[in-house]
């Protein structure tokens, strides 16, 4: 066991001897395998892979940026199935930097980590630099407020080009009230989104996490795709897209910066 802080800890997968699990104050935070990056233990992450591995041409390198780091798990991904991509990873927590840059693999120069707030480092880049923003950006097992609403889902879109994706990792619970005005805010945004998540959590079951996906052109997604590949998964997923994401979405509407933090 390695530790950065009390908090920080990078532990032996008891199952997988190369596998290595980050947690913080004991929760499962990332999971690297040190001898397989393809290997991805976390079923939102292999959702979150499926996209990215979709959105383009299998083995064409493709431009990132990932809003929170954790273990790089799917920077170390993308670099084994599009070698030459390069990456900007956004972690807000320098401590989770220092551990994993001294206990896990190294990575290529075409990545960098930036120790930086999210949202700072969405407005200060570039318009039109990336192909795909991964964001799975959480303080305290929820998502910050700053980076829930339209303002913050604009300058993302403006970073990306014209068919680029944005991907985001939500966590939610029955009914799933904060996924659907996620979607709503989503919508307001982007002409394309879907929406992919465990069959359970659909049905109301469940505690987990659903992916979301959006591009600015209508048709971008590569639903079906999308849809057969969930299906196959270990922990088999459903996808939410145009008439079933409405119902979905029914009555929600979206998030802004002054609704987020106005007082119930």
Do not use: K, W
């Amino acid at each position: 066991m390695d530790r950065a802080d009390e908090r920080l800890q990078l532990v032996a997968d008891p199952a997988r001897p190369t596998g290595r699990l980050l947690l913080a104050d004991g929760v499962e935070q990332s999971y690297v395998d040190l001898a397989d990056p393809r290997h991805l233990h976390f079923e939102y992450v292999r959702r979150m892979a499926a996209v990215a591995d979709l959105v383009a041409p299998a083995g064409r390198p493709l431009e990132v940026l990932h809003l929170g780091g954790g273990a790089l798990t799917l920077p170390r991904y993308l670099t084994a199935t599009r070698p030459g991509s390069r990456q900007r990873v956004v972690e807000r927590d320098p401590t989770v930097v220092d551990l994993v840059a001294r206990e896990l693999p190294t990575l290529p120069g075409d990545v960098t980590v930036q120790v930086a707030d999210a949202r700072a480092a969405v407005t200060a880049a570039p318009a039109g630099r990336y192909d795909l923003v991964l964001a799975d950006i959480y303080q305290a097992a929820r998502m910050p407020a700053h980076v829930a609403g339209v303002e913050f889902v604009t300058e993302v879109a403006r970073t990306l080009r014209p068919d680029g994706v944005y991907l985001v990792n939500v966590t939610d619970l029955p009914p799933l009230v904060f996924a659907r005005v996620q979607v709503a805010t989503l919508r307001a945004v982007f002409g394309d989104v879907c929406l992919v998540a465990d069959r359970r959590m659909l049905r109301g079951r469940r505690y987990g996490n659903v992916v979301l996906a959006a591009a600015a052109r209508t048709g971008r997604l590569p639903v079906a795709r999308l849809a057969a590949r969930a299906a196959r998964d270990e922990v088999p997923g459903g996808v939410l897209h145009g008439a079933p994401l409405d119902r979905f979405t029914a009555g929600a509407r979206p998030a802004t910066d002054a609704t987020l933090t106005t007082p119930p």
